[in-house]
């Protein structure tokens, strides 16, 4: 009986990634190339693969934080293999109240991001921060800062893909961000 998978170097990881990825052209809206991380996710080895190596990005974290809603998946993931807890961080208007929010800018408005106020303190805590994708950067800045108001520190962020044409890294420095595959 095996302990999990065999651990992979980062190539492996970026080419695991790679070939699960699906690409679907025109989606959300025409000239967008949306990258489904759906079949990596629903792949048992995959799945494990991309666990060990966002929780090699820990950093002393005490708590995982995963971002709505692909984040959800993976932070709890991350989470059990770390031995910590997780926290659903919310899209507005999804927890009932008190909350802390944070809001933010969007190219075609605003959205916000919620935790919970009551129940859970995460003062004082160690949080690394798990999304699916970093594009442009917005809703992990966000997420960054709802944290820390919220009295937390946040030690990195850990990612599955991240589009570098967008840039998205230089909103989240000095904070460490790691990225198992670029596009």
């Given at each position: 009986?095996s302990d ?50 966002l929780a ?8 995982v ?32 109240p ?12 605003t959205?916000t ?15 690394l ?33 991240e589009?570098?044409a ?18």
């Open positions: 009986m999990g998978p065999a651990r992979s170097s980062a190539g492996d990881i970026s080419t695991l990634i790679a070939a699960r990825m699906r690409e679907v052209a025109d989606f959300p809206e025409p000239g967008v190339a949306f990258k489904d991380l759906t079949p990596l996710l629903a792949d048992g080895h995959g799945l494990a693969a991309v666990t060990d190596a090699e990005a820990a950093g002393g974290a005490d708590l934080a995963g971002i709505d809603a692909r984040g959800f998946l993976l932070g709890a993931a991350v989470a059990l293999r770390l031995g910590t807890g997780v926290l659903a961080i919310r899209k507005g208007g999804k927890l009932p008190p909350v802390h929010s944070e809001t933010y800018s969007l190219e075609y408005g959205a991001l919620e935790i919970p106020a009551d129940g859970i303190d995460i003062g004082g805590r160690n949080v921060i798990i999304d699916d994708v970093l594009a442009t950067g917005g809703t992990a800045a966000a997420a960054v800062k709802l944290l820390q108001h919220a009295g937390a520190t946040v030690t990195g962020a850990a990612v599955l893909l589009l570098t967008l840039n998205g890294r230089r909103l989240l420095e000095p904070l460490p961000v790691t990225s198992l595959h670029r596009v």
